[in-house]
């Protein structure tokens, strides 16, 4: 029997607000609704949206891969070559971040990556032939996400390059990513230059080695303290790294002095890792990564596993809907421009390093970060605010990272589409913004968001899969 | 081109900051272009490639140094950058506002149940063709909900009170315009005392003459539960006002029922009146233009006006009937008067109503007493009127029928549609009656009769030039205790020549008396 009598209502309005009004003069409480028709006021898809809020099947599903993310464990076990451990890979594959996409329809950037590639593997001798060969179908072009890998912007991974080895100590899963370059005239804003094709030599055959000795040395390098470290000392691990890199400097330099690591070697990667700000941010993506897949494949869940961008797709995938990739036009990013260059400039929104916002870093710590939020003419209370909404769009909050300028809240973790689409609130992504033009490089950084469209779609996938 | 430097030593910005300052200068008159950056030999680089350093130009600074650029056409717009470039980067800035300002409104309803868990009832009034969907997930959330949106499908209707009733939740609506739960007034209600009364209701404005009534007359109500208009059709088989009198019923505060509906098939009435039969509570069952022979049975009373369903309803209550307002005969005296005045070729009563069970009342008893009334709710379906905009004969206008609220507030709210009409009714010489709806309360508007006062005068000076009176008969729904107040606003209509009668029933014989009265007309 309804129980509607048995005490005084406490109503939420939605709709005219004079009734809130009416309420509230009355004596009674009222909580008013900023309500505007949601899925972008697409009839039917509010209908299948409303069957799935609160629906006991959907709330257990999500309950499930939630707890699995939460429980994961990144470990940084080592380094090698990305043919030997990356699976589903040949030896004449090259993978790129963002959902998949044919070479033709690929980015300035990410082009340029592939040409660069293919020249570091010796599969043609210079840009041109390079490009010819890319074009020609004799290359399997495939997305890093189907492979377990990430990457940033082009995110351009080939047999020969070294990646990162980042495993699950709770769940077994296992997540690869490439070596930050540094910034400038890199292969993942699309360089193929000389010098970008040395310094690739390079990282292969005397960093990655150096590296891997010393992670080898230390026994494994547990992710998740470092990471909730840096986001008490201003990183949130994806556009602000410093701190996380200096941390895992701090680890890594006396383990790789131990090793037998030749002097030169070890002052060169030394060298190199102390000039690189966001050496870290491969490492963030690959442990994000881990715990993304830990959530990924719960029939009926709602739970976003994947934000991805390929320059110019925006690509969503959920839980429940397997391997699906739900797509929109990756957005062009407001922000601030680095001298002589402007919003013209830019290429749209590119990386796969929007994996950290999929679990609660990035744009969700930004309240860790308020120098972030400068680049779109904001304040630290913008900075803590853009954090406080990500909660509305959350199916809770991880424990492992807390924000000091939330009073250590744990930060907003585990995107739930239905909330998304329900409340039109966008996920909030940090990222860079690479100019349109192959080998440019980074031109400014900026705040952007998850389009609204790619989680709508993935509403109606999930309901349909849930016989809808 | 001309590109200037200044370097300020020991002076560390970080990059943003550096940026900002930057693109605050270039926005200066005179600057091409300009850069900040520490002294790094990266940052260096940058500029050379930006064209603000040439390609081999050294700087004399460092790394801990800031170094500005700008690329102008003069050197006197240059020095101006730099100061103001200066001047940015020496800027304290502000502590934010309301860093804990009030977080920003919930946008959807689990959100709101999220931050106030305590949360119970959803209040719909969105868009129809979205309302369904926000009702479906206020029930997911465990919430009762009234949907005061109507244009909701009867199909969605179905579903909507079979996962309530299933689920132990009540929806009420849609297109439900009042409710009244433990006081707190849902969507148009009136402030009314707290007594012994239940009501369950089909009609809003239904509701709201029966608890306004209640409450003039002294006593009081539990509940007010609404039920949406299309609850006791014979596809959705009364599953709410049924659900809400299982609740009233098993309530130890009500010991009184009014059920308030227009006429129901045969099978769902058997089904409410066997319920409110069965009830503890003696039950009083006001279907309006149903035969009371079909409704009276044990335990329940029927009322034949929704004036009769309250005095009827507060005799069960207090154990005496409501007395005549002394003002009855004074009514008679006025009544007589008004008609006296009118000429034999003034013959009919145009209603014009803002509450749509209102009109349908009306239409009911003055079709009895006169004959035909034509209306967009008639009393028989032969008697619908052609055209809504054009009265003929006797008319009853419900002036919150879809085709005048598009696009429009409700008459309720808005007097606009209905002050023009009264103009145009009063310019018909054969209009005798102008009879009105005058409701109050919670969600009307703040001042009705001020609203309607300056049209009433208005139509009598449009009259009297063309040698005419007019009568106006009006009655008040409302109660002390509304915003509004009942006393003054009758007091304010009663000294602009109107008519009240206690009740629109009462309203509504007084036009039929006036008519029948006028010299010279014969009563039809």
Redesign the interface.
């Known amino acids: ?5 048995e ?10 607000s ?2 809130a009004e ?2 509230e ?14 899925a972008e006021g697409d ?1 039917s898809t ?2 299948l ?3 799935l ?3 006991p099947a959907v709330d257990k599903a999500n309950e499930l891969a939630f707890g699995r993310y939460v429980a994961s464990r990144p470990v940084l076990t080592g380094v090698a070559r990305a043919g030997e451990v990356i699976p589903g890979i040949s030896e004449r594959t090259i993978l790129h971040s963002g959902p998949p996409i044919a070479w033709e329809r690929m980015c300035g950037p990410m082009q340029g990556a592939v040409v660069g590639a293919v020249i570091f593997e010796g599969w043609a001798a210079d840009a041109d032939s390079a490009g010819a060969l890319a074009a020609s179908g004799k290359i399997a072009f495939d997305a890093c996400h189907h492979h377990g890998a990430v990457g940033p912007m082009a995110g351009v991974i080939s047999p020969s390059m070294p990646v990162w080895i980042v495993e699950d100590a709770e769940h077994g899963g296992r997540a690869y990513s490439n070596m930050n370059e540094g ?2 005239k890199v292969l993942r804003f699309g360089a193929y230059s000389d010098d970008v094709i040395e310094r690739l030599h390079w990282m292969a055959d005397v960093l990655a080695p150096s590296v891997g000795a010393a992670v080898g040395e230390i026994g494994g390098i547990e992710l998740k303290p470092l990471i909730a470290q840096a986001l008490h000392m201003g990183d949130e691990c994806h556009n602000r790294n410093t701190a996380a890199s200096s941390l895992l400097f701090k680890q890594l330099a006396p383990a790789l002095l131990r090793t037998r690591t030749p002097h030169d070697d070890a002052l060169a990667t030394l060298e190199f890792i102390a000039a690189t700000d966001h050496f870290f941010l491969n490492i963030s993506m690959a442990a994000c990564k881990t715990m993304a897949d830990a959530a990924h494949g719960v029939d009926g869940s709602s739970m976003v596993t994947a934000l991805s961008r390929n320059g110019v797709d925006f690509g969503v995938r959920l839980s429940g809907t397997g391997d699906t990739w739900f797509i929109a036009p990756a957005p062009v990013v407001e922000g ?6 402007s919003a013209e400039d830019a290429a749209p929104d590119l990386g796969d390093s929007s994996i950290t916002e999929t679990v609660g870093l990035g744009g969700f710590s930004m309240a860790a970060a308020p ?2 939020v ?2 779109v003419g904001g ?4 900075a ?1 605010a853009y954090s ?2 990500m909660y ?1 769009v959350t199916l809770g909050s991880n424990p492992a990272f807390t924000l000091p300028q939330l009073g250590f809240a744990p930060a907003p973790g585990g995107i739930d589409a239905l ?1 998304v689409v ?4 966008e996920p909030v992504i940090n990222t860079g913004i690479a100019h349109r033009d192959a080998g440019v490089g980074q031109v ?1 950084a900026g705040v952007t968001r998850a389009p609204l469209a790619c989680f709508t779609q993935a509403v109606v996938a999930l309901a349909e899969a849930a016989g809808r | 081109m001309a590109v200037e430097k200044r370097v300020l030593s020991g002076l560390y910005r970080d990059s943003v900051t550096l940026m900002k300052c930057a693109s605050r200068v270039e926005a200066l008159a005179g600057i091409k272009q300009a850069g900040a950056m520490m002294a790094t030999p990266a940052n260096l680089d940058l500029a050379r490639e930006a064209g603000l350093l040439q390609a081999t130009e050294g700087v004399d600074a460092g790394p801990n140094d800031l170094l500005l650029l700008v690329d102008t056409v003069d050197s006197s717009a240059a020095e101006s950058a730099f100061q103001e470039a200066e001047r940015i980067l020496s800027e304290v800035p502000a502590p934010s506002e309301g860093e804990e300002a009030g977080r920003p409104a919930p946008r959807s309803i689990r959100m709101a149940l999220d931050a106030e868990p305590a949360s119970s009832l959803v209040l719909v009034s969105t868009p129809g063709e979205y309302a369904a969907s926000e009702a479906l997930k206020a029930l997911h959330l465990g919430m009762d909900v009234m949907v005061f949106s109507d244009n909701v499908s009867l199909a969605d209707e179905i579903a909507l009170k079979t996962y309530a009733h299933d689920h132990g939740l009540l929806v009420m609506g849609p297109d439900c315009g009042t409710a009244i739960v433990d006081g707190i007034p849902l969507g148009f209600a009136n402030s009314v005392r707290r007594g012994d009364i239940g009501l369950v209701g089909a009609s809003g404005t239904g509701t709201q003459q029966v608890t306004a009534l209640i409450d003039r007359w002294g006593a009081g109500i539990t509940h007010a539960i609404g039920t949406g208009s299309h609850d006791l059709s014979a596809d959705v088989a009364a599953t709410t006002m049924l659900d809400a009198l299982e609740v009233l019923a098993n309530d130890p505060a009500t010991r009184v029922l009014v059920l308030v509906s227009k006429p129901p098939s045969a099978q769902v009435a058997e089904r409410v009146l066997a319920a409110a039969s069965a009830a503890r509570a003696p039950s009083v069952v006001c279907f309006l233009g149903a035969d009371p022979a079909d409704i009276e049975r044990p335990g329940v009373r029927a009322a034949e006006t929704l004036e009769d369903a309250a005095a009827l309803a507060v005799e069960l209550s207090t154990g005496r009937a409501p007395v005549g307002d002394t003002a009855d005969a004074d009514i008679a005296g006025a009544t007589r008067a008004a008609a006296e005045e009118l000429a034999s070729t003034q013959r009919f009563v145009r209603g014009l109503f803002s509450g749509g069970t209102f009109g349908y009342e009306t239409a009911l008893l003055l079709s009895k007493r006169l004959g035909t009334v034509y209306s967009n709710t008639p009393a028989r379906p032969e008697d619908a009127i052609a055209d809504v905009w054009k009265s003929v004969g006797h008319t009853v206008i419900d002036l919150g029928d879809d085709v005048f609220t598009r696009g429009r507030p409700h008459p309720m709210i808005d007097f606009r549609l209905r002050i023009d009409r009264i103009a145009e009714e009063s310019a018909d010489p054969e209009v005798a009656v102008i009879l009105l709806d005058v409701v109050l309360g919670y969600g009307a508007h703040a001042d009705p009769a001020g609203q309607l006062v300056p049209a009433i005068d208005a139509a009598r000076e449009l009259a009297a030039s063309e040698g005419r009176t007019l009568a106006f008969v009006a009655s008040v729904c409302g109660t002390d205790s509304d915003p509004q107040g009942l006393s003054r606003q009758e007091q304010m209509l009663r000294d602009a020549g109107v008519l009240l009668g206690r009740s629109n029933a009462h309203a509504t014989r007084i036009a039929a008396d006036i008519v029948e009265a006028i010299q010279g007309g014969a009563p039809r």
Not at chain 1, 7 to 16: D, F
Not at chain 1, 25 to 38: C, E, M, V, Y
Not at chain 1, 379 to 382: G, K
Request: hydrophobic share 45%.
């Open positions: 029997m309804t129980r509607i009598i005490q005084s209502p406490i109503v939420i309005n939605a709709g005219l004079s009734f009416s309420i003069s009355a004596g009674g409480t009222a909580i008013q609704l900023d309500w505007r028709p949601p009839v509010g209908r949206l409303a069957s809020v609160a629906d910034l400038g601030l421009f680095f001298p002589g260059y120098a972030i400068q680049f304040t630290p209370a913008d803590v406080r909404s509305d909330r329900d409340t039109g609130i400014g």
